[in-house]
């Protein structure tokens, strides 16, 4: 069946880099967009930005235009999602989602907590 | 952005009791509109896709309906396990949106 399998949590500080990692199993990597989302503690989910795995074309929400990168390594099946000059409100889960399009629905990876602290 | 809508917020309820939850968006999406549950430290779980399809797995005592702007969840026979935050996505076109979410609680 598909996953999507997530890397660990992150403890980072303000003003560094963090790298989250999505590993695709059960489907064809390379076929189906894989976008990010993410939620603050108590916050409702925010769209960051979608990536086509087979061309590497990506798209990225204006609010984080700037300071994040998706790549992926098809070689692995693996999506990464970058995000740099963290500051304290960067602490959310970041999920994976892979968009399987109108007639199947989405699927989400299990969340990666980000925290961003002094 | 196409902005979401959902309202109530919060409700109370009784198991065996039917809700319905509404969601509202700000121009036609056709049914591009996703259903999910949400439990405390849980990945969201997508309940119903397509405006109307029911996921796989999903018990059929969820359904959802609607087109255009104006799209419902209901959960006929509320179970133990349904007491959740409940909220909708567009995924009409990018940047996917968001519902605030509607937390179902115990009466």
């Known amino acids: 069946q598909v996953q999507l399998v997530q890397s660990g949590a992150e403890v980072k500080k303000p003003g560094a880099s963090v790298r989250v990692s999505c590993k695709a199993s059960g489907y064809t990597f390379s076929h189906f967009y894989i976008h990010w989302v993410r939620q603050a503690p108590g916050q409702g989910l925010v769209w960051m930005g979608r990536?086509?795995?087979?061309?590497?074309?990506?798209n990225y929400a204006q609010k984080f235009q700037g300071r994040v990168t998706m790549t992926r390594d098809t070689s692995i099946s693996t999506a990464y999602m970058d995000l740099s000059r963290l500051r304290s409100d960067d602490t959310a889960i970041y999920y994976c989602?892979?968009?399987?399009?109108?007639?199947?629905?989405?699927?989400w990876g299990q969340g990666t907590l980000v925290t961003v602290s002094s | 952005d196409i902005q979401m809508t959902q309202s109530p917020s919060s409700l109370s309820a009784s198991v065996g009791d039917r809700v319905t939850i509404i969601c509202r968006t700000s121009q036609s999406i056709s049914t591009y509109l996703n259903w999910y549950q949400q439990k405390p430290g849980k990945a969201p779980k997508i309940l119903i896709y397509a405006a109307s399809s029911l996921r796989r797995g999903v018990p059929s005592r969820f359904s959802g309906g609607g087109s255009g702007t104006d799209f419902t969840l209901t959960i006929s026979g509320l179970q133990p396990e349904d007491f959740a935050t409940y909220f909708c996505?567009?995924?009409?076109?990018?940047?996917?949106?968001f519902g605030q979410g509607t937390k179902v609680e115990i009466k």
């Open positions: 989602v892979r968009d399987a399009g109108y007639s199947y629905g989405l699927d």
């Open positions: 996505q567009q995924t009409f076109n990018t940047p996917w949106t």
């Open positions: 990536l086509n795995p087979d061309s590497g074309d990506t």
